[in-house]
């Protein structure tokens, strides 16, 4: 019942800059972690940067510096701030979320549909 919308995906030339949002709707009680992960064609999905609850970050190395992952709680949106992008940046980014449904309970994870994000040369 729980959905993650994805959106800010599209095409951009190389050295632009793209914001992914992701917005978690339906009975929530509370979310911890958050982040992104990407997946080229034929590769691994694999973390591109999380945060917490407590707002402590983390970053693949192939974007550090590049971009900034940031959380609005009140709208359990998280968002991925990509400068500076590359054409190894092509992929289908998609979100996850940790998400408890009541006081006390376990977090489960969920994940978004998949914004495709293109970079040309």
């Known amino acids: 019942q729980v959905q993650l919308v994805e959106s800010g995906g599209g095409l951009v030339q190389a050295g632009g800059s793209l914001r992914l949002s992701c917005a978690a709707s339906?009975?929530?009680?509370?979310?911890?972690?958050m982040g992104w992960y990407r997946q080229a064609p034929g590769k691994q999905r694999v973390l591109v940067a999380g945060?917490?609850?407590?707002?402590?970050?983390n970053y693949a190395d192939s974007v550090k510096g590049r971009c900034i992952i940031s959380r609005d709680n009140a709208k359990n949106t998280v968002y991925l701030q990509m400068n500076s992008l590359e054409p190894e940046d092509t992929a289908v980014y998609y979100c996850?979320?940790?998400?408890?449904?009541?006081?006390?309970?376990?977090?489960?994870?969920?994940w978004g549909q998949g914004t495709q994000v293109t970079v040309s040369s």
């Open positions: 996850y979320v940790h998400v408890r449904y009541y006081s006390g309970g376990p977090y489960s994870g969920i």
């Open positions: 339906g009975s929530i009680f509370s979310i911890n972690v």
């Open positions: 945060i917490g609850s407590s707002g402590s970050t």
